[in-house]
């Protein structure tokens, strides 16, 4: 019986868990030797996301388009190095039962799951659930972590149009309100924004070099301010 070993590692947890591409393979050759299969290929996607769904990676196309009749097995060190999203697991997983294609999982508590088990399928539906709440999780704190800082006035990312940073903290420049009041004066007078952006970069500098693309922007919406209703 032929099966396809495949891993996946990305770039940080390579270090950080010790999982590295070779350690991977040395003990899924000795799964499949232990279980008798003749491994057909080694497929690798090194330094992918596990977040990309597996028919997007590199790799995880080659698998896929590998499964036919010959291949019976596909050997993963891990359930997560195939899949973090839980529609993309039982989407394939449904796609292997139905091509006959069993897939294992070594590293669930030291035990090996196999999806052409009833038990096997329920394992990997469950921690399929899992691994996507995990993820889910960790966006929803840094999303909060992120809204923290604003809450504090720290600067998060590219310092805003009239502002300086200072220790992390975003500093209004006083004269901000006089320059987008020249902004839009220009703008109703008829001159164009890559001109308004030239003209205040020019006569303001720092924090008032400006692109064309964030006039056209603040000028929008000073506009959708003033045309609300009171």
């Known amino acids: 019986m032929k099966a396809i070993i495949y891993i996946r590692v990305s770039t940080g947890r390579q270090v950080a868990e010790g999982e590295s591409l070779e350690m991977q393979e040395k003990r899924l050759r000795a799964y499949c030797l232990a279980q008798g ?21 590199p790799g995880g196309k080659r698998l896929l388009a590998q499964l036919g009749p010959v291949i019976r097995h596909v050997v993963v060190l891990k359930f997560d190095r195939m899949f973090r999203n839980t529609l993309d697991a039982l989407a394939t997983i449904s796609h292997f039962n139905t091509a006959g294609i069993s897939l294992h999982a070594l590293d669930f508590g030291g035990q090996a799951i196999d999806t052409s088990t009833a038990f096997g399928q329920l394992i990997v539906t469950l921690r399929a659930g899992f691994a996507q709440m995990e993820r889910d999780i960790g966006r929803e704190r840094t999303i909060e972590a992120m809204r923290h800082k604003r809450g504090k006035g720290e600067c998060l990312g590219q310092t805003p149009f009239g502002y300086t940073n200072v220790g992390g903290q975003l500093v209004e420049d006083p004269r901000r309100p006089q320059v987008l009041a020249e902004m839009r004066a220009m703008h109703a007078a008829g001159k164009g924004v890559r001109v308004i952006a030239d003209i205040i970069s020019s006569d303001y500098g720092t924090p008032f070099n400006v692109s064309h693309n964030t006039v056209r922007r603040l000028i ?3 506009q959708e301010k003033t045309d609300a209703p009171a």
């Open 220 to 222: 929008k919406t000073n």
């Open 37 to 57: 299969f003749d491994v057909h290929e080694v497929i690798r996607d090194e330094g992918v996301s596990a977040k990309t769904p597996l028919a997007l990676r």
